[in-house]
């Protein structure tokens, strides 16, 4: 057993740990270094003391966080776009994945060229806008909601996927009488879960990291998701030098509260991944791989 | 929507009139209420509130509401007035900060309406104001000729200055630099005999918080490094636009600072260090001398105090140049590219200039800048004087102000001793240092284009600078040597079309300024 590796193979295989923990190292800093700035005092920060654990412990950013309205408000708005969002996404992506993955369709390529055609070519902000305060869905949820519920790219990826599953499984059913619906509902969502993990997840992060449209789009405050509120307290915060005044005896600093901001946002993130994670491995991979 | 929106606006007008009006009627603007769209979005965070205690007594005043049409989702004012722009459905009044550029752009191709005629005939205040400043007024206008904004108008002088740890020259037994040698003499000990004490050559002489500020020192060699409101600007000298990265005395200018920079006399990292720069050395007890605003600066003394005992961080008088000239190149802006414009579908021009105008009379010019009687200040010997509440809150009295609609940038003229009030005391002994000479040179307020000229400044200029920039970091942290490269870079700039955007600049600037 000692012996498993040559002194070649043993030296390649340290190499490959140093390597990969520094690689590992460099995308955990960057999340350690916010856990630690959002625990330190905003004169520990701005001094430029923080470096991996907190200076001068102190639970002020916290709650000025948790202390704003807004913070709640536009926390659960994140919440509706991104559930809502997805699920309007799954309902418009799915149908649409297995419509385009059928030989039976008529004008299959023309269809599937029309889709693609999104993922290279957009009409640009102006445009968007305009389109959208035509369809009347300036400063609404279902605004939000609807306007990118679709992407080029799920659709593609889905529709890849449904390909590689064997058509004898769709002949099968078939042969029971199933429809359209059915074969869908009863055989390739069934067979698809890793790939409709993947594209879930992307839609949630995506939903949940949504920040431009919103700004864009939104009118009124207590629409506005986490992330437009998470700007909003940065720059607000940022004012100091208007103001001519000096944070340095604050117990908070911009810093300090964007970091408690962002850890905040960051939890209900970090707890779906674990559950996601096993489907999304075999996703991403499957998606591009045909029969 | 729409609908409920301006019942709500029209209930919020009816509201605001059934309080009893004790003011008198002269500075009515119209006898039956009347409710005007504005969208006014502003340093990316803050819009007209119609329920701004300043907005209601104004109200009451002129008989004149405002009511908020721009987005509260938005954090960006550019992108907010862009679609604005792109919207197509400009509102009776656009405001903002920034806007001087566009609202010259866009008012000549009628998406506001010319000021001019409208100011002769109804605006008393704001015509008796430009008649003092008619420089003032060329520098507003668009390429036409035309006035499309009132803009907000800045009062006082100074506004960055020399900083120096006064305890350090004490403890070195040094004085304040009175010329660039001097000045270099300075920076060297501070560099060399550790005035912090704590044995180590940790200290940073010079550092910039906003690394232009870097570029300062420039004027030392008789050079400039700006010679507007922002960094890298164009300045005038004998009736003709120059930009100060050309020139012998840049030439040489960039030399010593480069030299400095290689002494160790300047921030090491004072391209990156960013935003928190004074907080970071200051706080360290490292930071030596900068050249910074006055008010913010001179507020580490205080905030400092426990964590650096006996710090002395003060302004001094600039040195003199190698010519022995001394002056201050930065000063407070006269004209803001901030302020407000009547929309091309605006109803009642006459009324929304004579509203404008109100916010130049006595009265509304004193609401404008220090908020309500009683409320935020009292009249003591006929002059507005803030209220103990008010200077002694934790809140700073300008984000005080900006919360009740006093301050902001609506078309007004400023007037500075709304800050000197609570403007600290060694800002305040800072500044009176500075005005015992005479060392405020003039600024040059920008000139309006043709769109023919425009094309012109847009294809060529940003490149131009780009380059100018990229070199000047080159030279300075000595990845590049200035002598040698002199030649090649004037050659570069040329080839980029730097002599045609000056030309288009020159017929600017006679077309604006000239008689």
């Not at chain 2, 001087?100 to 309406?113: R, S, V």
């Not at chain 2, 600072?257 to 970071?280: H, M, N, Q, S």
Request: glycine residues 8%.
């Amino acid at each position: 057993m000692t012996n498993l590796y040559s002194r070649g193979d043993r030296l390649f295989v340290i190499a490959n740990m140093v390597l990969v923990g520094l690689f590992t190292i460099s995308t955990l800093y960057p999340f350690l270094y916010i856990l630690a700035v959002s625990f330190s005092s905003g004169f520990a920060v701005t001094s430029g003391q923080v470096f991996l654990y907190p200076v001068q412990l102190t639970l002020a950013a916290y709650e000025k966080v948790l202390s704003e309205p807004m913070f709640w408000t536009s926390y659960g708005n994140t919440f509706i776009y991104t559930f809502g969002g997805t699920l309007m996404s799954l309902l418009l992506i799915v149908p649409g994945a297995y419509a385009l993955s059928r030989p039976q369709l008529i004008g299959r390529r023309f269809w599937n060229l029309f889709v693609a055609f999104t993922m290279w070519f957009n009409a640009g902000l102006i445009p968007f806008f305009l389109n959208m305060r035509d369809l009347g869905l300036l400063d609404s949820y279902f605004g939000i909601i609807i306007a990118f519920a679709v992407n080029g790219f799920n659709i593609i990826l889905l529709r890849n996927f449904f390909e590689s599953i064997p058509k004898s499984f769709e002949e099968a059913a078939r042969m029971d009488g199933a429809n359209e619906f059915q074969v869908l509902w009863k055989v390739f969502i069934p067979l698809s879960k890793p790939a409709l993990a993947t594209i879930t997840l992307f839609c949630i992060v995506s939903r949940w990291n949504g920040y431009f449209w919103a700004m864009v789009l939104l009118r009124s405050e207590d629409k506005i998701p986490l992330q437009v509120y998470l700007r909003q307290t940065i720059i607000e915060l940022t004012a100091d030098d208007e103001f001519a005044v000096t944070l340095l005896n604050a117990d908070y600093s911009f810093e300090t509260v964007s970091a408690a901001i962002m850890i905040c946002s960051i939890i209900p993130v970090l707890l779906i991944y674990p559950f996601v994670q096993k489907y999304f491995n075999k996703g991403i991979l499957l998606g591009g791989v045909k029969e | 929507m729409r609908n409920l929106r301006s019942i709500s606006a029209l209930l919020a007008a009816t509201v605001a009139f059934t309080t009893p009006v004790f003011a008198d009627e002269h500075l009515k603007v119209t006898d039956e209420p009347l409710t005007l769209d504005i969208h006014f979005h502003f340093r990316d965070r803050v819009v007209y509130d119609n329920n701004w205690p300043v907005e209601k007594r104004a109200a009451e005043l002129t008989g004149v509401s405002l009511n908020n049409v721009a987005s509260l989702a938005s954090t960006s004012s550019q992108e907010a007035f862009n679609l604005l722009i792109a919207s197509g459905d400009i509102p009776d009044i656009v405001g903002g900060d920034s806007l001087k550029d566009k609202f010259n752009l866009y008012g000549p191709q009628g998406a506001f309406l010319p000021l001019n005629e409208l100011i002769e005939e109804h605006a008393p205040n704001i015509k008796a104001f430009f008649d003092e400043n008619p420089d003032l007024l060329k520098a507003a206008q668009a390429a036409d000729g035309n006035l499309y904004y009132i803009p907000y108008l800045p009062d006082g002088k100074f506004a960055r200055a020399w900083f120096v740890r006064q305890d350090w020259l004490d403890k070195l037994g040094l004085e304040a630099p009175d010329n660039v040698d001097e000045l270099y003499e300075v920076l060297t000990a501070f560099r060399n005999q550790d005035p912090n004490g704590n044995g180590k050559k940790d200290e940073i002489p010079y550092f910039a918080r906003q690394w232009p500020e870097l570029l300062r020192l420039l004027v030392l060699w008789d050079g400039r490094s700006t010679g507007t409101d922002a960094a890298h600007g164009f300045y005038v000298e004998d009736g003709e636009v120059k930009h100060p990265y050309t020139g012998e005395n840049y030439k040489i200018g960039i030399s010593n600072i480069a030299k400095w920079y290689k002494e160790g006399l300047i921030d090491p990292e004072v391209f990156t260090r960013g935003a928190r720069t004074r907080e970071e050395l200051l706080g360290n007890n490292v930071g030596g001398m900068t050249h910074d605003w006055f008010a913010s600066t001179s507020g580490y003394n205080v905030s400092l105090a426990d964590e650096v005992p006996g710090i002395d961080f003060r302004a001094f008088l600039p040195p003199k140049s190698v010519s022995g000239k001394r002056i201050e190149e930065n000063r407070r802006t006269l004209l803001k590219p901030d302020g407000w414009a009547i929309g091309h579908t605006n109803e009642n021009p006459i009324e929304t200039i004579k509203y404008f105008d109100f916010w130049f009379t006595e009265e509304g010019r004193r609401l404008a800048n220090f908020g309500l009687e009683g409320e935020q200040y009292d009249l003591v010997d006929g002059k507005p004087q803030f209220k103990d509440e008010v200077l002694n809150s934790d809140s700073p009295v300008n984000a005080q102000l900006w919360a009740i609609g006093a301050q902001i940038p609506r078309g007004f003229f400023m007037d500075y001793s709304y800050e000197e009030q609570w403007t600290n005391e060694i800002a305040l002994e800072g500044i009176k240092l500075y005005e015992s000479e005479d060392l405020l040179i003039p600024e040059f307020l920008g000139v309006s284009m043709t769109p023919e000229e425009q094309e012109v400044y847009d294809r060529y200029w940003s490149s131009i600078l780009t380059y100018m920039l990229e070199k000047q970091q080159a030279w300075i942290l000595g990845s590049g040597d200035v002598e040698a490269e002199w030649d090649s870079y004037n050659a570069q700039l040329e080839r980029l079309g730097y002599d045609k955007v000056m030309e288009v600049m020159n017929t600017a600037y006679d077309r604006q300024y000239g008689e």
